[in-house]
């Protein structure tokens, strides 16, 4: 047994714990005689799981009622494209703010199929920021105003929901979710891939507003329809099952470790130890203005290209996994999600010292 | 212990072999240091899982040069919606077979799509049967020919691939592929769900040929069109890594067994035992024409409705799981797919037996 440090971006590590549970239940889970991937998505046994791993998500985010939790497929990058079927309306925008890649992906999927304005961007500052609020260009009668809370490329986070000017708030929560506490009901829609703070990649957790679910065409297939998916409690077909169990397991480790609240301090903690040693070091840099930076995910460069082979070969070396920048940003990154504890953010600073002490 | 035979519709039961290996690198996949689950899905380890199993996936099935096979999200029910968006063209019909619930399911999807004609059906007699091919009313100018080779509900098949008169010809084979033989070179699309031979749910397996992607259009979110995933080795966003994980060890079990063929043999002695009992015992009944009775699913009713609680109830204790027949059709229903052994089958026709030696 050799596991490692792993800051991958995602699919993210997940907490050894719950991978224990999954392991041991993996030819028969509870009563079923069978695993849990090999039993109905309709019997007894499973509708049962499906709605404690629900009550559990309510509880940690505090989801006021008023709102469906629905557990779907396809990755956040679908819902880029299902969000404006769904939601935009034909005499309406849909306003985006762009803080980085992933708001940019969700921006290009909308236009084939709505009026897509960019309120406001910081790619004029190669995403460095969250642009001041005050700057922003917002429709007063947009359909929805879309934003990524936290970008996991570029590493930049809101770390105050802005105030949407009355338009229903979308926001893809993929990587910051559990994380730390979320006003649920400042947004319309909430919605993130599972596969860095939730489970595995496959799956997709939506939480949304009545009223906006009141919207969904009825002229669009039943199966791209957020409101036929309420309506059948997330099974209109079969669901995948294994995600929703880890999604599960995923929410009672959580409570476990005091829920959302005591995740924050940890994920602060972690983030404080590890961005207090780059700007200290003077040698390795965040190019991310301090009151946007991101607690789930930490991008570094060193003083020189030519060291970014060495590092990698030689944080691997030192059990820290997956340290390589996104392609896009060159260098490196620390994906720092609630399953790294703040062991492993200190195994790496302490390799990085290291490292800085022998090429600086 | 005490995994029993599972008869599940799916998602169903899993060759032990494939559980036993997934339990014991559940914690440490390979030599990445975490699990499968926890890798970047772009990393050199998980491209190599991908590829392998496409390949074996490829030698199974034999799959002719010039087809795509791609690793998809969203259950077959999403691609009821997806073939159309991809493949209606304005001014032609897309054409229907109906067979049973999932080919009337999928026609319901096309329509707020395409301009859908049905072909051929037999509803009118309750879906006991295929439609004789001389009775279609094709149109031979349509997008394309839908047809559903196996229908799990009324456990109705085609054991043979009809002539599309040279219409592209796309299938829907969730329920039976791998199960034996398959001349992909008749089809223009094959896509399955995977949850009942292949892998968990939340995973589609779909091989397309070259032509047909060149119709995607331009103008629909990439994340939509299939085109964009056969160009992106369906990499364009996070896939369900675990599905693709476990599809590829079923896979490698399927060829161990040797492959489709072998597979074939042991199916149509395990329908043969099945359906050959029913017919003999005079009490028990199957609706479905010969000709066209499902190796993969065996609905079946008992001679009095108040008997199917005790049957449930006891073939339960017996050790014979999730028997109940879909709520469409009533009775019993035994799906008995790829995992399930020889000796599963000869377990649930001597319990059989005995309920009805002592209920007759």
Redesign the interface.
Known sequence: ????Y?F???????P?DV??Q??AE???WSGA???V?????R?KEFIALAEAAECDLRELLDVPSGYKVLFL??????H??QIPLNFARREQSVDYVLTGDWSEKAA???K??AKVRIAASSAATNYDRIPPRVEWDLDRDAAYLHITPNETIRGVEFHEIPDAGGVPLIGDVSSTILSRPLDVSRYAMLYA?A?KNIG????VVAIVRDDLLERCPK??????SYAEHAAQGSM????????WY?AGLVFKWVKAQGGVAAMAERNRAKAELLYGYIDASGWYRNPVEKSARSWMNVPFTLPREELDAPFLKESEQA?L??LKGHRAVGGMRASIYNAMPLEGVQALVDFMKDFARRNG
């Open positions: 047994m050799s596991r490692q792993n991958s971006a995602g699919p993210a590590a997940l050894e991978l224990r999954a392991q993996m030819l028969e005689h069978a695993s991937m090999e039993i109905s998505h019997g497929q396809g990755g956040a990058t679908q880029f494209a290009k999927e909308a084939p199929l891939g596969q595995p990649s496959g799956l002229d669009i297939p039943k199966i791209l209109l077909n079969t669901p995948n099952t294994w995600g880890l059990g996994l997956a």
